[in-house]
């Protein structure tokens, strides 16, 4: 049996505190905010592309988006309406781009690759350099 760091081996003497991670906390957290999403749940924003609505979390777009950061937190007319109208992009992309924000991942196909980049660019996305930099010689 292995000595409990919390518990010293010399009598008296204090642990030091030690911080504790979990790897599955923010995965976890991602899960979730993604089905109070598909149920349309807390959702306190509607995306329009193509006449189709998106509905989504604000404080999850703005973390995500430098674009939608500066919508929602600058004195923008979309700053506080329930609904915002998205052009530029097609709502089939617009669909893969918000399932990325919820969930990390990016659906990829021969289909939909010319678009994603773009989109991403002009939605000013945050991810990895895996995700987005993979993209480039692809068009």
Request: glycine share 4%.
């Amino acid at each position: 049996m292995w000595p409990c760091w919390l518990c010293p081996q010399v009598p008296g003497a204090m642990a030091p505190p030690k911080d504790i991670m979990t790897n599955s906390h923010a995965k976890s957290i991602l899960n979730a905010m993604n089905a109070l999403r598909k149920s349309n749940t807390l959702c306190d924003v509607t995306l329009r592309v193509e006449h189709k609505d998106f509905p989504a979390h604000r404080i999850v777009l703005a973390a995500c988006s430098d674009y939608f950061c500066a919508m929602f937190t600058s004195e923008l007319s979309e700053k506080d309406k329930p609904y915002v109208d998205i052009q530029g992009l097609t709502a089939s992309t617009m669909e893969i781009l918000l399932d990325f924000v919820y969930t990390e991942t990016v659906h990829v196909t021969v289909e939909n690759v010319q678009e994603l980049l773009p989109a991403a660019c002009l939605l000013q996305l945050k991810g990895n350099a895996e995700c987005w930099g993979g993209l480039h010689g692809c068009c």
